[in-house]
């Protein structure tokens, strides 16, 4: 067995390097595992001069869905949620432009709008046809926004705390607004794990390397990003997407999280009073990303809808 304890105490010196002297490696190397588990790799294309990174997984001939992830997000926010459709469905993430990997032009605009035609774009040199549509907070309100303005592309949306709506009841992030206060974003540890508890109920155990990279990027990128954050507040409150809810043509999902207090649960029942093909999942244990605080239950009412759309179409 000396063989064994000295393998053992050798990986662990290994990783005790890496995690002082390759800290951004040894991140990759987390996110690469959770890839794989998910059946997901990285990938990238060429749009209109500019790369889209991306993560992709599953059977080419099955059916599609495209997952928006929300502000200050990426497409690693995707894989654990993805992991349960890759055995018999083409999952795409991107990192949407302004985040992740993706160009951070100052000179473009961040909105709703631009972003559904970016995205366009997107799909059109991946030559993807009709497909099933994601997209959490920032990512639902462009999905929502997608499906408004080409919905003959898409055969479901599925809206997870999605933002772009005026809801009932005022929610902490909201008032945060009316005060002129951002608090998605973070300048240090405490800061940080302020906004981990704001925007989850049930938290996950995170591990401090992965937190200290969430944080250097949150910090590299601070301006920027707080930047788009009002761009989109101010296109959300002058261009809201309630009053056209009605004109929705495909059958919808809306996921919600009833602690969510980013953008609060009665924005369900707006939606659901106006979209004419819909239903409604309120999880009672839930904050702002069910997907990620609850992946799997989550993922069976998409795959659920999915299905069952599968079947209307064939005629069951």
């Known amino acids: ?132 549509l994601a997209g959490n907070s920032m990512g639902g309100y462009i999905a929502l926004n997608y499906a408004l303005t080409h919905p003959n592309q898409l055969k479901s949306l599925t809206l997870i705390d999605n933002a772009g709506v005026t809801s009932k009841n005022k929610s902490e992030l909201e008032l945060a607004i009316e005060e002129g206060s951002n608090p998605l974003l973070a300048k240090s540890m405490d800061d940080l794990d302020r906004l981990l508890k704001f925007i989850m109920h049930r938290q996950i155990p995170m591990p401090k390397i992965m937190k200290k990279d969430m944080l250097e990027k949150l910090v590299r990128h601070y301006d920027f990003l707080d930047g788009i954050f009002w761009t989109i507040v101010e296109e959300a409150l002058n261009g809201s997407l309630t009053a056209r809810l009605g004109d929705v043509a495909t059958p919808t999902l809306i996921i919600w999280g009833r602690h969510d207090r980013l953008i609060d649960v009665s924005c369900a029942d707006v939606m659901a009073a106006s979209i004419p093909d819909n239903k409604v999942v309120i999880f009672e244990d839930l904050g702002h990303i069910p997907m990620i605080e609850s992946p799997r239950e989550t993922a069976d009412h998409h795959i659920k809808l999915i299905a069952e759309l599968e079947s209307r179409a064939a005629g069951g």
Request: charged letters at 15%; proline letters at 5%.
């Open 1 to 132: 067995m000396n063989w064994l304890i000295w393998l053992l105490l050798a990986t662990a010196v290994a990783l005790v390097g890496l995690y002082f002297l390759f800290p951004a490696q040894l991140v990759a190397a987390l996110f690469g595992l959770v890839r794989k588990w998910a059946r997901m790799s990285a990938k990238s294309v060429v749009v209109d001069g500019v790369t889209w990174p991306y993560l992709e997984g599953g059977p080419v001939n099955g059916e599609t869905i495209v997952m928006l992830h929300g502000f200050g997000g990426d497409k690693d926010n995707w894989p654990l949620y993805a992991h349960y459709f890759t055995k018999r469905c083409r999952v795409i993430a991107p990192d949407l432009p302004g985040f992740g990997e993706n160009v951070r032009n100052p000179d473009w605009h961040y909105g709703a709008e631009a972003q559904t035609e970016r995205l366009r774009a997107f799909f059109d040199v991946l030559g993807i046809g009709k497909f099933h």
